[in-house]
């Protein structure tokens, strides 16, 4: 969020141009991010765990208008480190990454919490948003219309002894992602040439749960009070790219429907 200590706020640049890595692109929330940012002029980068699933979701890769894919286990540092290199490499530049790694696990009580569904949790939510933010950090912080957005829960205000093990590994998640928030900010004050217009962000998305056409299709006699469509979502996460980033940068918004 923007204070008077923070620098100059910049013209939004837009999504355009940008070349964006969606991390978890195989999911309908990853799906509709790549399809939402693809119509806005951007350049999606679909990251999956399989080649193939990803071929299967996005097609070929090869084909002029393909979307670009990558392969990576995102729990293993080196691995994004390498992914990182590689999207630099072949695309000059990174200017964005949406995570939408993670998953649900709940139920039961505080005793009930299982140290498997944690492990789980942790690794999707935690470890995954760890990796990617420290090995994009340098490329948003150095981009004209850097952005980093994860997805979290609106339910940490009011935790719940069945959501334990869920809650907990989103409530590190989000304060990962404000320190990024707080690193973005210090290292584009701290520019030799002066202070500078802030130009990157990162902020957290904070969502019920997330509704997709194949939800709606299998329970159709379901309202889905207080959800939100991945194409919300997905809109909210492009039109990042148009926000100031000095504004948004830290930000938790709330995209309950």
Same mark, same amino acid.
């Given at each position: 969020?923007?204070?008077?200590?923070?620098?100059?706020?910049?013209?939004?640049?837009?999504?355009?141009?940008?070349?964006?890595?969606?991390?978890?692109?195989?999911?309908?929330?990853?799906?509709?991010?790549?399809?939402?940012?693809?119509?806005?002029?951007?350049?999606?980068?679909?990251?999956?765990?399989?080649?193939?699933?990803?071929?299967?979701?996005?097609?070929?890769?090869?084909?002029?208008?393909?979307?670009?894919?990558?392969?990576?286990?995102?729990?293993?540092?080196?691995?994004?480190?390498?992914?990182?290199?590689?999207?630099?490499?072949?695309?000059?530049?990174?200017?964005?990454?949406?995570?939408?790694?993670?998953?649900?696990?709940?139920?039961?009580?505080?005793?009930?919490?299982?140290?498997?569904?944690?492990?789980?949790? $942790?690794?999707?939510?935690? &470890? *995954? +948003?760890?990796?990617? /933010?420290? @090995?994009?950090?340098?490329?948003? #912080? %150095?981009?004209?219309?850097?952005?980093? $957005?994860?997805?979290?829960? &609106? *339910? +940490?205000?009011?935790? /719940?002894? @069945?959501?334990?093990?869920?809650? #907990? %590994?989103?409530?590190?998640?989000?304060?990962?992602?404000?320190?990024?928030?707080?690193?973005?900010?210090?290292?584009?004050?701290?520019?030799?040439?002066?202070?500078?217009?802030?130009?990157?962000?990162?902020?957290?998305?904070?969502?019920?749960?997330?509704?997709?056409?194949?939800?709606?299709?299998?329970?159709?006699?379901?309202?889905?009070?207080?959800?939100?469509?991945?194409?919300?979502?997905?809109?909210?996460?492009?039109?990042?790219?148009?926000?100031?980033?000095?504004?948004?940068?830290?930000?938790?918004?709330?995209?309950?429907?």
């Amino acid at each position: 969020m923007s204070t008077d200590s923070q620098p100059p706020r910049s013209p939004s640049a837009g999504a355009e141009g940008a070349v964006v890595v969606v991390a978890g692109a195989t999911a309908a929330s990853g799906v509709a991010a790549v399809r939402a940012l693809r119509a806005a002029g951007a350049t999606a980068i679909a990251v999956g765990s399989r080649t193939e699933h990803l071929a299967e979701v996005f097609g070929d890769p090869a084909h002029d208008a393909g979307v670009p894919q990558f392969a990576c286990d995102l729990a293993d540092f080196a691995a994004v480190q390498r992914l990182s290199a590689d999207v630099s490499a072949r695309f000059g530049a990174v200017d964005g990454v949406i995570h939408l790694v993670g998953g649900w696990r709940g139920g039961g009580t505080l005793a009930d919490q299982d140290d498997a569904d944690w492990d789980f949790l $942790a690794r999707g939510a935690i &470890t *995954t +948003l760890r990796n990617t /933010s420290r @090995a994009f950090f340098d490329a948003i #912080a %150095a981009s004209p219309r850097g952005r980093f $957005a994860m997805v979290s829960t &609106t *339910t +940490l205000a009011r935790p /719940s002894a @069945a959501n334990a093990n869920y809650q #907990a %590994a989103k409530a590190a998640a989000e304060a990962w992602t404000r320190a990024m928030a707080q690193g973005l900010a210090a290292v584009q004050s701290a520019r030799k040439e002066g202070p500078l217009p802030q130009t990157s962000a990162a902020v957290v998305l904070a969502v019920k749960a997330l509704l997709d056409e194949g939800m709606r299709a299998k329970s159709p006699e379901r309202s889905f009070a207080g959800y939100t469509h991945v194409d919300t979502l997905a809109a909210r996460a492009v039109e990042l790219f148009s926000d100031d980033a000095a504004e948004v940068n830290g930000a938790r918004l709330d995209l309950t429907a």
